[in-house]
């Protein structure tokens, strides 16, 4: 028995004293897809071979050496980020990492040819892939608006792309045999204060009623939407609010995304979460850690990623949420930062199936809530690490920091010869 085994078997008996099996929680950790966001590798850059700089008010700061420059760079990236990332996962695409094979194709244009070779790749590593249409960096989005634009003409070029992602998501979803989600969020907004509210959203919604118009099997492809409170550029307004998207969600039994940074930045999803699973079919969560604003700085394990983790776990809803991340940061090692924002969000998971539950949730009914917030204490100290260290090896992946070391070398073998 080597260091992380004796030292698995001491937890295991710690928590079995507060009635957990840490066996129990490895096998539910064990089947919870965490989506890796691909625009991590390449700076939300995309591989549509244009010169439009990136738009919808993103930012990707820093000029850390070594991203991606092509489709075939990023994928070895993806690999080797989860060779180091226990479990099975999957891919968040955007469209604009097309394949396109030189061939200039506009985004009503695209079809699942174009992603073929995505799916393909998904196939062979044994991973499911979500996707998103994009609704920014491109000219028909350089004023500020997309599916809620004023001109019929420009919204119908967005409807047409926002449909031919549903095809191209549902098809990812069929020939993986895993559930795809499609996520919607536009960038549309005023800078100042508008006088009229209202039209915006209007169109907004009989934009995004066209695209939902086909139906798919929700076997294969399920439809989400996202929200934000405000973006760099439309500080005054966005049209898709909170508000906006919780309403329209639950009127069309639509999936909701809750991202981490697009609500005030004191503001929390973590109790969002029992809220909106009592109206909608499901949640989207994209976990980011704003600072400030929605900067997607890499999640951290902080008491936010905590709670959210917690609230996942103990609303019992595991089948109807699902999870992904998104940040980029362009400072640090790109794959680095994958590595330490999806353990981290694994690291959250499992301290919370680590919970009794059941138990505490008992305390609460009894009103004995004395007894609640001493175990909710005792559990901050119970040795975690030693169950997390034996989950990585049961996995075959590096335990501790030993992964930096694996980063460190593909860095000089690899990422510092892409000038």
Known sequence: MNRIEQSYELARQSYAEIGVDTQKAIAALAKIPISLHCWQGDDVGGFENTDQQLGGGIQATGNYPGKARNIAELRMDIEKALSMIPGKHRLNLHAIYLDHSGKKVDRNEITVEHFQSWIDWAKTNGLGLDFNPTYFSHPLAADGFTLSHPDRAVRKFWIEHGTACRKITAEMGRQLGSTSVMNVWIPDGYKDIPVDR?????????????IFAGKFDKTYELDAVESKLFGIGVESYTVGSHEFYMGYAASRQKLLCLDAGHFHPTESIADK??????????????????????????????????????EIVRSNALDRIHIGLDFFDAAINRIAAWVIGSRNMLKALLFALLEPAEKLKKLELEKNYTQRLAVLEELKSLPFAAVWDYYCMKNNVPAGSIWLKEIEKYETSVLSKRL
Request: charge should be negative; proline fraction near 6%.
């Open 273 to 310: 979460i029992s809220s909106v699973l009592q109206f909608v079919p499901g949640l989207l969560l994209h976990v980011s850690r704003p600072v400030r604003w929605d900067s997607d700085h890499v999640v951290i394990l902080n008491d936010e990623l905590l709670a959210i983790a917690q």
């Open 198 to 210: 209202t039209a915006p959203r209007e169109r907004l919604v009989q934009s995004l009623d066209e």
